[in-house]
Every structure is written in structure tokens, then in C-alpha cells.
């Protein structure tokens, strides 16, 4: 006999249960602290306030733990406590030509001003498991040195002097917030530059990986790829000045493309440019690509009909919290309309039926 | 952070979202693009509703959550916690004693009276995204009133399958101008789109679009002079009440694939069965 389910109000609560101590897992083995996942874990903590936009990395790291190592679900917690926050203003551009780079490379000229600093990279490293972390290995200690001080010129502006390359106006107007805001086409640069920066990382690599497999190709040279501390200045109207509020790492990249004219435009290099919270390179390497496949309407190309071209197809998508939640609500109940669909298919499955027998007979 | 807002949405937001809706009342069934915020549910499980709910509550209404008909399915609990939580509402499962009612793909089958607002959850506001993909495109066909695909759609569907192949979702006109989705609910709901006392209000938190309908507002299924609209259900009356005017879900009782079907509106059934209905199957 059939009895009306209750109850799913317990369910639920015994769900979360569960799934709080499948979190901690086995009391007798230590818990993971939030500075542990900040310092040792601190890409992962990169990529979840760069998707979650919101530089915190205290913030990142709990919700990587409350979220049991699943990013995506850490990024959705920042999220969800980001939309909370006042808003108190905003803070000047940071200026990256002072930033303090921990790694600075250029792909288009063997050197330059300041030199090239590879940092803490993986690159060149040989991708063999090293079986002494498994057991507890000593700290390592890397040799140091002075780190450079003053200004670090953008490799683009060497090329900009001969004109090489396309000029980009400087322009005051305040960007659009995507996050106040609802996201409507056509979107201007800085409103695809900021969907992009928190755009899911996954998703940017195979858009940038298509384009170099030639769905709307256009070569890419890493003219610059930076990562360091900027500081954030905010202005404070009482009084009437900026002032530091903090400092934040950034991944800066900018491409340079190869381009051979439109009819618009001469022939001359073109840029493609990627900002990212965090060390983040993958992402803003990425993030450039896209940048550059998305502007091949200002630069007068021709459009080839690749995906990476399609500023609707990339924008509606790139986010992975709508994108992961509109996913996965399919496990949500759809007896109703499954039901209506129950009845449609049946009732054209009988006229089906019908028909065949009556041509039969015929 | 200990304390959010009353109904979790700050009070800027909120007012944001009223806009939306007040625009949205102004213009039955244009779709207005609002600035939706990431709520602490995922998007498509009812941030879009939970957003209209948490801009229209006050904390004086009685709230009620319907997902599939029924006050206890999971998403529904789900939903009517949260409003516990932030915003200390009374909750109710009577249809008649809420004020607010978010639901997710049913209409309630006591009709509404003035004074309520139903809210919807919208997966996908737009009712020619299938027929075209691009906003840019959709948003031009609407503003134009070129609704010809959508005829050709539903006119293909009848000479392939002799019927319109669409049994939820199925798209309106309203007050003769804007065409629009009503959101996943049974076409057998669709006839109480139309005149209602209750204003209803459409919310689509990762589209960020909202929609409403007015109370009294004319709201028209799609159809041709030779094959009208026909609202349908399973052709069965209710197992646990006896009612043979609700619409109906079809459970799978025992091994052997014995099926029973139960109004899908949980209220419904329940006040019946305590009125002393008595279906079939009831013990």
C-alpha cells in the first residue's frame, strides 16, 4: 500500500550529517588546518578566489575545507558569501608596471629591462613523483637574493615605440560590474575581460586550446607573463587623497598576436590580455587567448564561426557556478513534467499503433 | 558574519529586485533582465524565486513551498528552511492561508484568491531559446513581435505527430503582445494562467530575468482554430482522495510494476481526504 512519503525534512538534516563527517574523516588521523591549506595548498586557494572573486585567502582556504577539497563547491561558498558583503567603493587601477614580481618572463625577446625571473615555476620541473614527500621531508630552502626595486616596463610598450603594435587608448570610463549588473550583449572589452577572470579555468583552457588548434586562430606569443604583489589604493573622500589599503598577487598576461591587416586595420601586431588573481598562470595565459579570439569584430577579422569567437557562446558559459547548478539541478524532482511527457508519448505511441493496424487491414 | 538581513537579501538588493518586478507588472510578460545574485543554493534549483520571494516577504506574510505540487519534497523543505532561517516568516501548507506561495513546476488546484502572490522558479525564461540560442537574436524577435518560428514550430509538430509535441513549458501569449514561457509547469496548469486574482510573479536567477503577471491579466496557450489547446492529464482519478480534476503523478507500487496514480498537489489531497474522500486505493 501506498503511503505519502514524509519526512524530508530529516533526510536532509541525516544528509548533512553524513556529509559532515565524511568532511573530517577518521578522528584518529590530524585535521587539516586552515593555514595548511592556505600555505601548502595555496594554488588551489589561488584558483578559488580568482573564480570566487574575492581576494581572501584565509576565506579560500576554509571554504576548500568545508568543501572537502571539490573547488568548484569552494568557489560557490565564496560566492555565496561575496553577494553578502557591503560594498564600501572601489579602489584605484593597480598599477602593474610597479609590480613586485616573484616570476617574469617574456617568450619574444631573449632579454630585457629587469631581466627575465623565472620564480617558483613547475616549468623544467621532470614530472616524477617524488616518493620523499610521502615521508615527512625536511623544509627545503631556496637561495635568495635582492629582489629588483623600481619600475618594471611592459615588454608591449617597446613594441608600442615602433609602433608595431596596435595602440590601445587610455580610457577613464568606468568598467561595468558584471556582478551588479545583469551580463547583456553585445559586451564591451572590459565587461568580457571581467566575466573571463572568473571564468572556470577548464573551460578557458579548451576555448584558448581550440583557438591554437585553428578554430579562429590568431598566433600567440606570451609577450609578457608577470606574477607578483601590486599594492590597492583606495581613494577616501574625507580625506581627499588615496591611501593603501593592502596589497594582492596578481598573474598579468599579455600576448602578442600576429596579424596581417584587415581592412580596417594595418598590418601590425595585435594584443590579447589576461588578469588573474593569485598565481594563476594557466588561467590568465588562457584568459589572454580568449581575450584576443573575442575582438575579431574591433579588429575588423573575419568571423570564422569557431566558439572562441562567439562572445555570447563564451560569456553565457564560462561560469561554473551557474554552469555546475543548472547542471546538476537535473537531479532535482521532474515527476510533473515527466509525467505530462509520460502521457504525450504514450497517447502518439497509441495512434502509432492505430494507424499501423488500420494500414494492415487495408 | 553571524546575522544576515532580514529574508537574507540586503535592502539595496532587494529594492533592485522590486524594480525588476514593478517593471515586470507594468509590461505583463516582458522579460526584464535584473542583476541576480548568487544566492547559497545552486543556480537552477529556485534562486530566482527564492530572490522574488525574499524581495516581495514581509515579515507579517505566511509562506508556503511547493516543488512538484508537494510541501515535502526535498527541494521544497529545502527552500522553506531557508526562509525559516532568514527571514523567521510563519510557513503554512494550506494553499488558501499563505500569502506568498514559491513554487516549482505546479500551479496549486484551489484557486488562488486577491491578495496572494504565486512565485515561480524558472529554469529557462525564454520561449524561443530552443528555436534560437542567441539572446541578442531572441530579445530582437520579442521587441518585434516576430513570433513565426514559434508557429512553424508547433505547426511542424502537428503535421509529424498529429499533435503539439510540447506537454509542459508550453508557451503563452499574454494580453496579446509578449509570448512567454510559463515556466515548466503541466500545459493541464495553463488555464489557470489566465484571469487569475493572484498576482504571479516569474523568477530566473542564472538568466537574471524576471516576468510577472498582473491579476486578471489575459493569458492565451498557443494554438491553431483547427487543433485547440487542450489541457491534459493522466485519465485516472485519484487514488488516495477520489478527485477526477487534479492533475496526477504516476507511482510505481511494487515489483510486478503495479501503478497507482496520486494528485500531485499534496494540500489538495490531504484537505480531501479530510473532508472524508475516499480513492481506491486509500487504506
Known sequence: MYVAV???????????????????????????????????????????MAEGSLYDPDLAALAIKQARGDLIEAIFLIRAYRTTLPRFGASEPVDTGIMACDRRISAT?????????????????????????????????????????????????????????????HDDTPPPDLTREPLEMPADRALRLQALTRADEGFT??????????????????????????????????????????????????????????????????????????????????????DRALRWEELGEDNVGAPAQDAEFVLYHADNIQATGFLEHIKLPHYVDFQSELELVRKLRHEAGAQQVQEAAE | ????????????????????????????????????????MPYGWGTGGVQVSAAVLTPDDTFKVIDQGADDTTNAVSIRTFFQRTAGVVTTTATRDATVIQTRHRIPEEPLHEGQILVYQVPIPEPLRFLEPRESETRKMHSLEEYGLMHVKLYEDISRHGHIATSYAYPVKV????????????????????????????????????YAL?????????????????????????????ATDSYLDELIIDDAGGRMFVCSDTDYCEARQAMGHKGKDAA
Open chain 1, 205 to 290: 583552457l579548451g576555448l584558448a586550446y581550440s583557438t591554437q588548434r585553428g578554430y579562429g586562430r590568431n598566433h600567440a606569443f606570451v609577450g609578457e607573463l608577470r606574477i607578483g604583489s601590486v599594492p590597492v589604493e583606495m581613494d577616501i573622500p574625507e580625506l581627499g587623497f588615496s591611501v593603501e589599503i593592502g596589497e594582492v598577487i596578481l598573474t598579468e598576461c599579455e600576448t602578442v598576436n600576429q596579424f596581417t591587416g584587415s581592412k580596417t586595420e594595418p598590418p601590425q601586431f595585435t594584443r590579447g590580455y589576461g588578469l588573474v588573481f593569485g598565481q594563476t598562470e594557466r588561467k590568465a595565459i588562457s584568459m589572454a587567448l580568449v
Open chain 2, 1 to 40: 558574519m553571524t546575522e544576515y538581513n532580514f529574508a537574507y537579501l540586503d535592502e539595496q538588493t532587494k529594492r533592485m529586485i522590486r524594480r525588476a518586478i514593478l517593471k515586470g507588472l507594468a509590461i505583463p510578460g516582458y522579460q526584464v533582465p535584473f542583476a541576480s545574485r548568487e544566492m547559497p
Open chain 2, 175 to 210: 494580453e496579446g503582445r509578449y509570448v512567454m514561457d510559463p515556466s515548466p509547469i503541466p500545459k493541464f496548469d495553463n488555464p489557470k494562467l489566465g484571469d487569475m486574482a493572484a498576482i504571479q510573479l516569474f523568477g530566473a536567477g542564472r538568466e537574471q530575468r524576471i
Open chain 1, 109 to 169: 625577446f631573449k632579454d630585457l629591462p629587469g631581466g627575465q625571473v623565472l620564480g617558483p615555476t613547475f616549468d623544467y620541473t621532470h614530472r616524477l613523483l617524488d616518493f620523499k614527500l610521502a615521508a615527512d621531508g625536511e623544509a627545503p630552502n631556496a637561495p635568495s637574493r635582492e629582489p629588483e626595486t623600481g619600475n618594471v616596463p611592459h615588454v608591449t610598450e617597446f613594441l608600442n615605440r615602433e609602433g608595431l603594435i596596435e595602440e590601445v587608448p
Open chain 1, 6 to 48: 514524509k519526512g524530508g525534512e530529516r533526510a536532509i538534516q541525516n544528509a548533512h550529517a553524513w556529509l559532515a563527517e565524511e568532511r573530517r574523516g577518521p578522528t584518529d588521523i590530524a585535521e587539516l588546518g586552515i593555514t595548511q591549506i592556505r600555505e601548502q595548498l595555496s594554488l588551489a586557494v589561488n584558483r578559488v
Open chain 2, 214 to 242: 498582473p491579476p486578471y491579466t489575459q493569458v492565451v496557450s498557443l494554438d491553431f482554430e483547427d487543433h485547440p489547446f487542450e489541457a491534459s492529464k493522466a485519465n485516472h482519478c485519484c487514488g488516495m482522495c477520489g
